[in-house]
């Protein structure tokens, strides 16, 4: 007997049709006798409303307020009435998490100003409610199910919107919890994306942290398997949405899907995969809507066999900070300071660029943060410790990254060459080359407006080609440290 950790997106369980769906998916793995814990996000579009409630309330906007939490209701007890024949008890209880939403609101306008911990408990609301709607679907096929809230388990600091869990003390709880539920052959449905403080307030993982609760889940309870259930069939060598010859990929490695979630793809959440990969749990990907399909299978070993190029993927409207070194200090020394002191103030860094005569290194920053990394890289408590040695910070705008996934390939001479060659002749422009957060990436910077083109080139010409030959690394370039 197996313990399986299957989790719903918000797709997965965002109309009637999606939820029984998703239940029947779970109704058809109970015939095996596997001990099985859902994770549920809050349903499609739910937590984009909660969202436009607060800043309608943090403006004052009670007009527009009160419409957003209107068509939420509607939408929400639209759901419930079209999966069950009764469901007043799931009626009623949206009306008491509406009620909720609405003193929440109430408490933000008066303030003028939406704290942390209004955001984690407004945002949590989506879950709280999907939670027992998706508990009440199993109970109408005859399995035996309980909503459990992690707020209890889930035990984390007080960043309350992007909350780090306590592993030590939600192991012991969610053991404490989860576990004689599952030898009664209960089916507990478990809140994603939430947390709580030890004092018990509610706190969040960030946006899409559901598959990080899925993930804690299964290495608390030393899971078997986890499963993503989405609306996409997998992991994909590029996104289907923008690249019609998109394929799947049937198995790819913890550490090239964590490269891929950390370049822009929307595969998994970043945080997903550490604690897979410490209890060695592999991750299926599969499609709610094609269950029938075979999915991605994600685990230590794929590349092992495999050693293919594996995805393509892009970050859009980056900005790039660039240095240069005017004296002989020690440029390693000076990156790493930056890099650690725009990490500390928030500021997420998604690829590095050096120049191979160590005299330039760049910095690529989502857009939306610009302000905030010059304003930190030009207080005197950062200059301080290398005052005149780099020049004033250079911003480069309109600028895209097209990352390309697969095991060591930015040791592979033979991979750079190839793409820059192929964009060369396209009539790319390459800005720069490096690496992102592993060996496992080339990052390339390009301008924005080639960027789908050169992705498309990338995909077609090099991704799907070489998915039959194997990189041959080789360490003809510095690799920079890991971000």
Same mark, same amino acid.
């Given at each position: 007997?197996?313990?399986?950790?299957?989790?719903?997106? !918000?797709?997965?369980?965002?109309?009637?049709?999606?939820?029984?769906?998703?239940?029947?998916?779970?109704?058809?793995?109970?015939?095996?006798?596997?001990?099985?814990?859902?994770?549920?996000?809050?349903?499609?579009?739910?937590?984009?409303?909660?969202?436009? #409630?607060?800043?309608?309330?943090?403006?004052?906007?009670?007009?527009?307020?009160?419409?957003?939490? @209107?068509?939420?209701?509607?939408?929400?007890?639209?759901?419930?009435?079209?999966?069950?024949?009764?469901?007043?008890?799931?009626?009623?209880?949206?009306?008491?998490?509406?009620?909720? =939403?609405?003193?929440? #609101?109430?408490?933000?306008?008066?303030?003028?100003?939406?704290?942390?911990? @209004?955001?984690?408990?407004?945002?949590?609301?989506?879950?709280?409610?999907?939670?027992?709607?998706?508990?009440?679907?199993?109970?109408?096929?005859?399995?035996?199910?309980?909503?459990?809230?992690?707020? @209890?388990?889930?035990?984390? /600091?007080?960043?309350?919107?992007?909350?780090?869990?306590?592993?030590?003390?939600?192991?012991?709880?969610?053991?404490?919890? %989860?576990?004689? %539920?599952?030898?009664?052959?209960?089916?507990?449905?478990?809140?994603?994306?939430?947390?709580?403080?030890?004092?018990?307030?509610?706190?969040?993982?960030?946006?899409?942290?559901?598959?990080?609760?899925?993930?804690?889940?299964?290495?608390?309870?030393?899971? @078997?398997?986890?499963?993503?259930?989405?609306?996409?069939?997998?992991?994909?060598?590029?996104?289907?949405?923008?690249?019609?010859?998109?394929?799947?990929?049937?198995?790819?490695?913890?550490?090239?899907?964590?490269?891929?979630?950390?370049? !822009?793809?929307?595969?998994?959440?970043?945080?997903?995969?550490?604690?897979?990969?410490?209890?060695?749990?592999?991750?299926?990907?599969?499609?709610?809507?094609?269950?029938?399909?075979?999915?991605?299978?994600?685990?230590? #070993?794929?590349?092992?066999?495999?050693?293919?190029?594996?995805?393509?993927?892009?970050?859009?409207?980056?900005?790039?900070?660039?240095?240069?070194?005017?004296?002989?200090?020690?440029?390693?020394?000076?990156?790493?300071?930056?890099?650690?002191?725009?990490?500390?103030? !928030?500021?997420?860094?998604?690829?590095?660029?050096?120049?191979?005569?160590?005299?330039?290194?760049?910095?690529?920053?989502?857009?939306?943060?610009?302000?905030?990394? =010059?304003?930190?890289?030009?207080?005197?408590?950062?200059?301080?410790?290398?005052?005149?040695?780099?020049?004033?910070?250079?911003?480069?705008?309109?600028?895209?990254?097209?990352?390309?996934?697969?095991?060591?390939?930015?040791?592979?001479?033979?991979?750079?060459?190839?793409?820059?060659?192929?964009?060369?002749?396209?009539?790319?422009?390459?800005?720069?080359? !490096?690496?992102?957060?592993?060996?496992?990436?080339?990052?390339?910077?390009?301008?924005?407006?080639?960027?789908?083109?050169?992705?498309?080139?990338?995909? /077609?010409?090099?991704?799907?080609?070489?998915?039959?030959?194997?990189?041959?690394?080789?360490?003809?370039?510095?690799?920079?440290?890991?971000?």
């Amino acid at each position: 007997m197996s313990i399986k950790i299957i989790k719903f997106g !918000g797709t997965s369980t965002g109309s009637g049709e999606a939820l029984n769906r998703a239940a029947d998916i779970v109704q058809a793995q109970t015939h095996e006798r596997d001990q099985i814990v859902v994770v549920v996000s809050a349903m499609q579009g739910v937590t984009d409303m909660l969202i436009a #409630c607060a800043d309608h309330a943090r403006t004052g906007d009670q007009g527009q307020l009160q419409i957003t939490i @209107d068509e939420l209701h509607h939408k929400l007890s639209s759901i419930v009435v079209s999966v069950f024949a009764g469901g007043a008890a799931l009626l009623d209880l949206i009306e008491i998490r509406m009620a909720e =939403l609405t003193q929440i #609101c109430q408490r933000i306008q008066d303030q003028g100003i939406a704290s942390p911990q @209004d955001l984690a408990q407004i945002t949590a609301l989506g879950e709280r409610i999907n939670v027992h709607v998706f508990s009440a679907a199993l109970r109408d096929r005859g399995l035996r199910s309980e909503p459990v809230d992690a707020v @209890d388990l889930i035990v984390t /600091d007080d960043r309350f919107q992007s909350a780090k869990p306590i592993k030590a003390l939600t192991d012991t709880r969610i053991k404490s919890r %989860l576990s004689p %539920l599952l030898g009664k052959a209960l089916v507990p449905v478990f809140t994603g994306f939430i947390g709580g403080t030890t004092s018990g307030q509610t706190t969040t993982l960030g946006r899409g942290g559901s598959d990080y609760s899925a993930a804690i889940l299964a290495e608390s309870l030393a899971a @078997d398997e986890i499963q993503i259930w989405t609306d996409v069939d997998g992991v994909m060598t590029a996104d289907p949405v923008t690249v019609p010859r998109a394929r799947l990929i049937e198995e790819i490695s913890y550490s090239e899907v964590f490269q891929l979630a950390n370049s !822009g793809a929307e595969v998994l959440h970043p945080k997903t995969i550490l604690p897979a990969k410490e209890g060695d749990i592999p991750i299926i990907v599969k499609n709610t809507f094609k269950p029938e399909g075979s999915g991605t299978r994600i685990s230590h #070993c794929s590349n092992s066999v495999r050693q293919t190029i594996a995805s393509v993927t892009g970050r859009f409207d980056i900005r790039m900070i660039t240095f240069e070194l005017k004296t002989g200090e020690n440029v390693q020394k000076i990156k790493s300071h930056l890099l650690a002191t725009l990490k500390e103030q !928030g500021t997420d860094i998604w690829a590095i660029f050096q120049s191979e005569q160590q005299r330039t290194f760049s910095f690529a920053i989502s857009a939306k943060n610009k302000e905030r990394a =010059l304003q930190t890289i030009r207080d005197p408590k950062t200059t301080q410790s290398f005052g005149r040695a780099v020049s004033q910070p250079k911003v480069t705008k309109n600028l895209s990254l097209i990352t390309l996934v697969g095991q060591d390939i930015y040791l592979s001479h033979q991979v750079q060459s190839s793409v820059s060659d192929t964009l060369h002749t396209a009539g790319v422009d390459i800005k720069q080359i !490096g690496n992102g957060a592993s060996p496992d990436a080339i990052v390339f910077a390009v301008e924005s407006r080639a960027a789908g083109k050169a992705i498309q080139l990338i995909h /077609d010409r090099i991704v799907l080609n070489g998915s039959s030959t194997t990189v041959q690394p080789e360490p003809v370039l510095r690799h920079q440290p890991a971000l």
